[in-house]
């Protein structure tokens, strides 16, 4: 069983930058395959990036090259560093970590870019 609860959501202008938190209880961390997505208003939540045990990510074409991706073992904490963000980015964040075909999700955290 894990927890996920992410943080460090907020207001951004346009070319702002954000760094999310998600912080994981319980054990095995490092064993999960990692991933953040997001869910705007009306729309199908979607992939934003990923990242497995070893390490390899990948990314939505929307956020490649602005985004980035990283995970720390022994905190157990997954994260996301948003760069150049744009309105488009406007967006629940969640964290997911899934191990074994079953899938944990964290609450979300709102994230809004706007002058």
């Known amino acids: 069983q894990v927890q996920l609860v992410e943080s460090g959501g907020g207001l951004v202008q346009p070319g702002g930058s954000l760094r999310l938190s998600c912080a994981a209880s319980g054990s095995f961390f490092r064993l999960y395959f990692m991933g953040w997505y997001r869910q705007a208003p009306g729309k199908q939540r979607e992939l934003v990036a990923t990242?497995?045990?070893?390490?390899?990510?990948n990314y939505a074409d929307s956020v490649k090259g602005r985004f980035t991706i990283s995970k720390d073992n022994a905190k157990k904490a997954l994260y996301l560093q948003m760069n150049s963000l744009k309105p488009e980015d406007t967006a629940v964040y969640y964290c997911n970590a899934a191990i074994s075909q079953t899938s944990y999700w964290g609450q979300g955290t709102q994230v809004t870019v706007s002058s």
């Open positions: 990242i497995t045990i070893g390490g390899t990510t």
